[in-house]
């Protein structure tokens, strides 16, 4: 069930997509490359932290360096569909 707060966000939305619709679109991809670059990041960090402080076992070991080439692989994929700067 919609709210008339909810109701009026959408219109109010509605408004500047009207008034400024090169803007709003701009708005939107920075948005996403600036998600994109954010998550793409993040996730990296964790891995990589998390497999330098551990003691990894030769198969362990393996397994980390394929998760490290496939978020390599991953950032060259955002940052061709998004724009991000990774």
């Avoid at 008339?4 to 679109?25: C, E, N, S």
């Avoid at 932290?49 to 003691?55: F, L, Q, T, W």
Wanted: charged residues 30%; glycine residues 6%.
């Amino acid at each position: 069930m919609k709210t008339l707060r909810g109701d009026i966000k959408d219109w109010l939305y509605d408004v500047a997509d009207w008034l400024f619709p090169k803007q709003m679109d701009k708005a939107y991809e920075q948005g996403i490359r600036v998600g994109a670059e954010y998550a793409a990041r993040l996730m990296s960090f964790q891995v990589i932290e998390a497999g330098e402080k551990a003691e990894l076992t030769k198969s362990q070991q393996v397994g980390f360096e394929v998760a490290r080439k496939a978020i390599r692989e991953s950032k060259k994929t955002i940052t061709s569909r998004t724009g991000a700067m990774l």
